[in-house]
C-alpha cells in the first residue's frame, strides 16, 4: 500500500467539526473591526527576508531559529514565510505611500509560520488577527487599540484575561538602560546561561526575559529602565494609565514586560490568561515609533497588537460558550425518476426563499436516505416520490419534534420551514 501522506509537524488541519467555531470568530472580528472603522488589509505570506531581519531584529528567538526563510532557486531571492504581520503591513504601506492619506487604521488576519517547538497552543503555522494604527502618535490610539481588545473579549464571551502594561521609553532612554544593563551583566555573568551570555552584548534586554529559575534573582535586581525614562515617555505613561482608569479597564504594571520583538517603544501590553497552561498570552502588542523610518518610510508613529486565533478559540471553549454548527433546515429523500428531477426543483426553489437544503444524492431506499436525514440534524425531512411529483407536493416530516408527517403543496413549503 502507498505510505499515507501526513501533515507538516505543527501545521494543523481546521476539520469541518471545528471549522464553524473559526467562522464564528472571524464573523465576530469582522463586526467588531467595523465598529472601530479598522479596514483590512492583505499581504503576501511570503516576504524578503531582509524586511523581518531588518524589523523583528536580528538577534531574536524569531530571526535567529524560528524563521521559515529560503532560497528562490529560480532567481537567487532570499524569502521567507512571514512569523507576523506588523513588518508586512508596515512595507505595504509604505511602499503604496498609504500615509499620505492621513493616519491608517488597519488590520490583517492569516496564517503565520514560525519554527517553534510545537505544543499546546504553540504551531508552526498558526493564526494571526492583527491591527495596526499608523501615523498616531498616541497615547489616545494605545488606549483605543486596548478598549477594542477589552470589548472583542466581550463580544467572544471570554472572561478573566489580565492586561499587562509596561513601557520601554523612547530610543535614547533604552540606549542609556541598555549599557547599564551591559554593565551590570557584566559585573554579574557568572549568573548567566549559555543563552543569556551570548545576548549580552547584542540584545541585554532580553535576558530580562529569560525563565530560567537560576537568572531570576540577578534579573530582579538589574538595573530597571523605568528609572531612567525620559520624561516625553514618563508623561505618554502616566496618560495611558490615566485613561484606562477612565475608561474603567483594569490593568497590571508590568515593568519587565520585553516582547520578543526589537521595533518596540513606549507602551507595551499583553494581555494573559491562566486557563492554557505555558502559552498564556493571547495577545499582545505595543508602540513601534521609529520601525516605518527603519524600513524605509518617512517617519511616523505607530501603534498595534496582534492576537493568536488558535490560543483564543481555546479560551472561547474553555470559558463555556457553546458555538452551535449551523443546521440544516431540510433533507430531501427522494426515490423514483420524476421525484428525482422534481427534488432539484424543490430543493433550489427553498435555496432562493432563503432556506439550508441537503439533497440526497447517491441514491438508496426511503428508510437509508430518512437516517442520513435524521443524521444529518436537518429540522425537516422533505420526502417526495413519484406520485407526489406528479401533484405537484411534497411531504413534510418534523425530524425533532413529535408531529405528524403532512402533505403540502411545493410553493407553500418555504414559508413553513422558515417559520
Ligand atoms: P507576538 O507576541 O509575537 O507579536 O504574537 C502575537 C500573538 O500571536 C501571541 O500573543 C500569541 O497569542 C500568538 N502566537 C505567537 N506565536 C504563536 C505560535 N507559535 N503558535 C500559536 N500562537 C502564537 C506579534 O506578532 C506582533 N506582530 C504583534 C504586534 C502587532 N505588535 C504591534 N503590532
Redesign the pocket.
Request: glycine share 28%; charged share 30%.
Given at each position: 500500500m502507498a505510505k499515507v501522506a501526513k501533515a507538516v509537524r505543527g501545521m494543523n488541519d481546521i476539520l469541518p467539526e471545528e471549522a464553524h467555531q473559526w467562522q464564528f470568530f472571524e464573523r465576530t472580528v469582522q463586526d467588531w473591526l467595523a465598529m472601530y472603522g479598522y479596514r483590512s488589509i492583505r499581504t503576501p505570506i511570503v516576504e524578503h527576508t531582509d524586511l523581518f531581519v531588518r524589523s523583528i531584529g536580528e538577534v531574536t528567538d524569531i530571526v535567529e531559529k524560528e524563521m521559515y526563510s529560503f532560497v528562490d532557486h529560480l532567481n537567487n531571492d532570499r524569502l521567507a514565510l512571514r512569523p507576523?504581520?506588523?513588518a508586512s503591513c508596515v512595507r505595504a504601506v509604505i511602499e503604496h505611500n498609504l500615509l499620505y492619506e492621513g493616519p491608517q487604521r488597519l488590520s490583517y488576519s492569516g496564517a503565520m509560520f514560525?519554527h517553534?517547538r510545537p505544543q499546546k497552543?504553540?504551531?508552526r503555522q498558526?493564526h494571526?488577527v492583527?491591527v495596526?494604527a499608523l501615523g498616531y502618535s498616541g497615547p489616545d490610539i494605545d488606549v483605543e487599540l486596548i478598549v477594542m481588545c477589552a470589548r472583542l473579549w466581550q463580544m467572544l464571551g471570554i472572561t478573566g484575561l489580565r492586561l499587562e502594561i509596561g513601557t520601554l521609553g523612547s530610543m535614547e532612554s533604552r540606549a542609556l538602560h541598555r549599557a547599564k544593563l551591559i554593565k551590570y551583566f557584566e559585573q554579574n555573568v557568572k549568573h548567566l546561561d549559555e543563552d543569556a551570555s551570548r545576548r549580552l552584548h547584542t540584545n541585554p534586554l532580553r535576558i530580562l526575559d529569560s525563565k530560567n529559575p537560576k537568572m531570576q534573582s540577578v534579573i530582579e535586581q538589574a538595573p530597571r529602565l523605568i528609572d531612567d525614562l525620559d520624561e516625553a515617555s514618563r508623561i505618554h505613561f502616566e496618560t495611558l494609565q490615566f485613561m484606562l482608569r477612565e475608561q474603567d479597564v483594569q490593568f497590571e504594571i508590568n515593568l519587565r514586560l520585553v516582547?520578543?520583538?526589537d521595533y518596540y517603544n513606549r507602551t507595551v501590553f499583553e494581555w494573559v490568561t491562566d486557563r492554557l497552561g505555558a502559552q498564556s498570552?493571547?495577545?499582545?502588542?505595543?508602540r513601534?515609533d521609529g520601525l516605518i523610518e527603519q524600513i524605509g518610510g518617512k517617519p511616523a508613529p505607530a501603534c498595534?497588537?496582534?492576537?493568536?486565533v488558535?490560543?483564543l478559540l481555546a479560551l472561547v471553549h474553555q470559558c463555556g460558550k457553546e458555538i452551535m454548527p449551523p443546521i440544516p433546515d431540510a433533507y430531501i429523500v427522494h426515490q423514483g425518476k420524476q421525484a428525482m428531477s422534481f427534488a432539484w426543483k424543490t430543493a433550489e426553489l427553498l435555496r432562493e426563499a432563503g432556506c439550508q437544503v441537503i439533497l440526497h444524492c447517491g441514491g438508496g431506499g426511503f428508510k437509508s436516505q430518512m437516517k442520513k436525514a435524521d443524521v444529518s440534524g436537518a429540522r425537516y425531512a422533505i420526502i417526495i416520490g413519484d406520485d407526489e411529483a406528479l401533484a405537484g407536493e411534497v411531504t413534510l416530516k418534523p425530524l425533532r419534534v413529535a408531529t405528524d408527517q403532512t402533505r403540502i403543496d411545493l410553493h407553500a413549503i418555504g414559508d413553513l420551514i422558515k417559520t
Open positions: 507576523e504581520g506588523t514560525r517553534e497552543g504553540r504551531y498558526f494571526q492583527g495596526e516582547r520578543g520583538l498570552t493571547v495577545c499582545a502588542g505595543g513601534y498595534g497588537f496582534a492576537m493568536g488558535e490560543r
